[in-house]
């Protein structure tokens, strides 16, 4: 089958691969109907994330079950799914504390050896381990394209807003207008705040985050972004901020931001260690909730697209064939032209 492989560091190139078979009773094949490319293939194709290359890049997919193990109850070939980013097991002592993203048996798609070894979503088919656990059916009503964020960005930006414990008529303060930003601006309408101050650089990501539901939008470049959050909150200080850049700089002023009692959730994944301004979180009474997005949240999620809730439609800026993915790469990491997110179809 065609896929997108990581031969080397910074190098892939699209090519033949073999297409994956059940390995394990549990296992599901998944022909692949729509696909995307994330910030987490530059860090892995760089090697800001370790991994050794050699594997088929991509972990967001929305596609049709093609066959299953002796084990899958709940799903039979033609059914359409998607599933989370990072499969777990649901059995292990992490999956039973909430924390699937650090199942002792699961992986993460498309990212090497040292995350499970689980081959990505840049191909024609992939093999999902624990199908029951990790397959969510689509509703006929729905598209491909207004589900294919929900395994990892828009729950990670759902998570953002949980951590942030956003209550309704709160200002909220969102740091990072990418994909990631941009879908904890659109959980944060679910709650209903009274304001949502979206800062980026990036004039075009900030205009989509007006259309998407920000109330107000700063260009960190330009202004002062502190002094113009203290003028939108009457001096007093967000009551709630999201760091979704992964910058130490943004997580400083993630920090000054808020007021007494404020939350901050950091989703932002840091490449180095951070400055944290102790003295003004103890004396503000802050609350920081930080880590990997909560993948248990996609049945909810699909939920309310269904019920409209929730539309990250306009987030697909481009769309491409698997063929053209490599011109999508380009696109994607050198922002040549305006871009937040390419479907791609095998
Ligand atoms: P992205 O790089 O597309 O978006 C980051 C945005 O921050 C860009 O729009 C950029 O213009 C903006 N930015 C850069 N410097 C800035 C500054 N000084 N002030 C304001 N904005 C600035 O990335 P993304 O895909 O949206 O992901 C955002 C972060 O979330 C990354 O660190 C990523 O690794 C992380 N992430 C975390 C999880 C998780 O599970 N916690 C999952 C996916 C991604
Ligand atoms: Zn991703």
């Known amino acids: 089958m065609k896929a997108l492989v990581l031969n080397d560091l910074h190098k892939f190139s699209l090519g033949e691969v073999e297409k994956p078979q059940i390995a394990h009773p549990g296992d599901a094949i998944i022909r692949m109907t729509l696909t995307t490319i994330c910030g987490s293939d530059l860090h892995l194709i760089h ?19 093609e066959a299953v193990g002796s084990d899958v109850k709940d799903f039979k070939p033609g059914d359409r799914v998607t599933g ?45 381990p624990y199908a029951d656990v990790n397959l969510v059916p689509i509703p006929d009503d729905l598209t491909d394209e207004q589900v294919l964020f ?22 909220l303060v969102v740091y990072g207008a990418g994909p990631v930003g941009l879908c904890a601006v659109v959980a ?30 700063i260009r960190a470049d330009q202004e002062d972004v502190l002094n113009v959050i203290g003028q939108l909150t009457n001096n007093k200080g967000a009551d709630a901020a999201i760091e979704a850049v992964g ?35 103890f004396l503000k009474n802050l609350k920081i909730e930080m880590g990997l997005g909560d993948l248990r949240h996609m049945k ?32 994607f990491e050198n922002r040549t032209e305006p871009v937040i997110k390419i479907a791609v179809t095998p």
Do not use: W
């Not at 929900?150 to 200002?171: F, H, K, M, Q, W």
């Not at 269904?306 to 306009?314: A, C, N, S, V």
């Open 188 to 217: 944060a309408k679910l709650f209903s705040p009274g304001q949502i101050i979206l800062v980026d650089l990036d004039p075009f990501r900030l205009e989509m985050g007006r259309k998407l539901g920000a109330t107000h939008i």
């Open 47 to 65: 090697g800001h994330i370790p991994s050794t290359p050699g594997y088929v890049l991509g972990h967001e997919f929305v596609g049709v079950v």
């Open 150 to 171: 929900v395994g990892d960005i828009l729950s990670t930006g759902y998570t953002a807003v949980i951590n942030a414990e956003l209550r309704a008529g709160d200002s």
């Open 300 to 331: 909810r999620l699909i939920r309310m697209i269904e019920t409209g809730q929730i539309d990250l439609t306009p987030l697909i800026t481009h769309r491409m064939k698997l063929n053209d993915i490599q011109r999508g790469y380009e696109i």
């Open 247 to 281: 910058l130490p700089s943004t997580f400083q002023q993630a920090v000054r931001c808020v007021g007494i009692g404020g939350r901050v959730s950091v989703v932002g994944i840091f490449a180095e260690n951070v400055e944290v301004p102790f003295p003004e979180i």
């Open 84 to 128: 989370p980013a990072a499969p777990y097991c649901g059995q292990c002592e992490n999956c039973q504390a909430g924390h699937v993203a650090h199942c002792t048996r699961g992986g993460i798609l498309g990212s090497g050896i040292e995350a499970g070894d689980l081959s990505g979503t840049q191909s024609e088919y992939i093999r999902i």
